[in-house]
């Protein structure tokens, strides 16, 4: 007895079958066509990247960063200071509101600038195998809704994160690790931005009207299966990813601050200087092993840092890295609207 | 596969090459050879041609802009990109269940298909069957559509399902479970057991 299940696999309509090769042909055109012409995200969600499991079989080395917690810098535009995650990132939507639309998202025409500085876990693929590297660049971008932008990428170099990484890549013949292109590349018009897994217009990100907790249940319902670690880790990131390097008017800044205040697990670590030395406030999430920690200035509520540091053991991750090892980081040295390719805020 | 014991030559899981393909774009064509053809063929299937192309190389531009949202944890990424052309196929429902229709009023259907695990029987079951077939899967709700074809035709376990669609595991069991039923009503089939 034949079953449904067997009649429904060999169920062919009378219809010419599939053009592969040909399908395939066109597929592939259109594919490298998309790449050459999609912008590029200034730097990569790097805890992703560190997540495949035996992606890296052994200890990270550290990387200096210099973030001092708890330094007791003297900031004197705030006041109070925050005791806790919520009040610190209440007061940093508070900011975000103040801050003028012209100041953060560009009208038609203008562009969005930002210059980054980010190291990030970076693996070679070749057919033998391969081999991870930490490396860092520096990126300017100028990207606009309605004109070609433009992208100056400089590899500052790479670190081994492991002598056997290094090994590695000996064995694979020291190919040239790959990078984002160094280099001066023309970006195609951009005409939104990611919240979640949303791909939202320009149109929709200036209209945007939700509160914090509209946005966070928003952004929660809209996680797919199988994406992070957890639910909770995935918005923690999507809202990263909404704060560093897109444009975001003074609305949804501040509803993303105040949509991260709900995450759970999310704490604050205090007053602290970023990388350039700027005063920050810190706040943090752990799991899996790791602590991914977002500091923001607390008088514009634009995000200057980032960082993930190993903080203890995690079966998943697949490699090995002591606790302190700074795995990822970023530091947003500048960001605004500007009106010509060239200029800066 | 990276692996521990490097010195054994491996392939790269498609977790690897999507974290790979973050920094260095061009590492995402591996992805695409890999997996396109059969996408294609799937989405053939459910939608006919020429959209069905169209549509896998859609799914294969959006993975692109989304390949950083993979979740390495999963060295397979069948299921994402299956989620990702079923995702596309809702937005041509009308266009699905047009064809689905029209499919319903052939009259002469030859046996065929390219599923030669199907085995000859099913095949020519499946072509006696074909105009029920169809009337059938366009009586479904769309997702028990998709549980039901992800299974029968991309051969995805129940947890890739669930992965693909984004439900829970048990909602994958109710939902193939009511679309079995309701194709075996549709066939005359005697009860089973699905």
Redesign the interface.
């Known amino acids: ?20 090769g040909a ?2 042909d ?3 055109a ?3 066509q ?2 050459t012409a ?1 912008p ?2 200034a730097h ?2 790097w805890w ?8 890296i ?1 052994a200890a990270a080395v550290a990387v200096a960063l210099v973030l001092s917690l708890g330094s007791g810098v003297q900031e004197g535009r705030i006041a109070p200071a925050p005791a806790t995650a919520a009040q610190a990132l209440e007061q940093a939507a508070r900011s975000a509101e103040r801050q003028p639309v012209g100041e953060v998202f560009p009208r038609p025409g203008q562009f969005f600038y930002t210059s980054t500085r980010a190291t ?6 070749r ?4 081999a991870c590297a930490l ?1 860092t660049q520096h990126r300017q971008a100028w990207v606009s809704a309605t004109r070609r932008g433009q992208s100056r990428t400089t590899v500052l170099g790479h670190r081994w994160p492991s002598p056997r990484e290094r090994q ?1 890549w000996v ?1 694979l013949g020291s190919p040239r690790l ?3 292109p160094a280099g001066t590349f023309a970006l195609a018009p951009d005409h939104g931005a990611y919240l979640g ?1 949303e791909r939202l217009s320009s149109t929709q990100l200036r209209r945007f009207d939700q509160t914090g907790p509209a946005l966070y249940r928003r952004l929660r319902d809209g996680v ?6 957890s639910r909770s880790g995935e918005v923690f990131t999507e809202i990263g990813d909404a704060l560093r390097e897109q444009p975001a008017p003074p609305k949804l800044r501040a509803a993303l601050y105040r949509a991260l205040k709900l995450v759970p697990g999310v704490r604050y670590l205090g007053r602290v200087r970023d990388p350039l030395g700027r005063p920050a406030l810190a706040v943090a999430r752990t799991e899996g092993g790791t602590r991914r920690e977002l500091l923001f200035d607390p008088a514009t509520a634009a995000m200057l840092a980032e960082r993930e540091v190993v903080v203890g053991p995690d079966a ?1 991750r697949g490699f090995d890295a002591p606790e302190g090892t700074v795995i990822a980081d970023a530091v947003y040295e500048q960001r605004g609207v500007v009106d010509r390719i060239g200029q800066t805020p | 596969m990276l692996q521990a014991d490097h010195d054994a030559p491996a392939q790269p899981t498609d977790a690897t090459i999507l974290a790979a393909s973050v920094a260095d774009p061009q590492a995402f064509t591996a992805l695409f050879e890999r997996h396109f053809a059969r996408i294609h063929r799937w989405l053939h299937r459910r939608v006919g041609a020429p959209l069905a192309e169209d549509l896998a190389a859609e799914t294969f531009t959006r993975a692109f802009d989304r390949r950083d949202r993979f979740d390495g944890a999963y060295a397979d990424a069948r299921p994402w990109l299956f989620g990702i052309a079923s995702h596309l196929v809702h937005d041509h429902q009308r266009a699905e269940l047009r064809r689905l229709r029209a499919l319903a009023r052939v009259r002469r259907w030859e046996p065929g298909g390219d599923d030669l695990t199907a085995g000859a029987v099913a095949r020519v079951d499946a072509a006696a069957a074909g105009p029920a077939v169809a009337a059938a899967l366009a009586g479904l709700r769309a997702e028990e559509r998709d549980v039901l074809l992800l299974v029968a035709w991309a051969d995805l376990e129940y947890e890739e399902v669930a992965r693909a669609t984004g439900v829970p595991i048990g909602t994958v069991r109710s939902r193939l479970h009511r679309a079995r039923t309701h194709l075996r009503a549709a066939l005359d089939l005697p009860e089973g057991t699905a």
């Open positions: 007895m034949t079953d449904e299940l067997q009649i429904l696999r060999g169920w062919a309509p009378p219809e010419a079958g599939p053009d592969e399908a395939a066109r597929a592939r259109r594919l490298a998309h790449m999609a590029r995200r990569p969600r992703l990247l560190a997540a495949p499991p035996a992606l079989a990030y876990l970076n693996c070679l693929i057919a033998g195998g391969g490396s590695k064995r790959a990078t984002m897994n797919k299966h199988g994406q992070g670690t998943r």
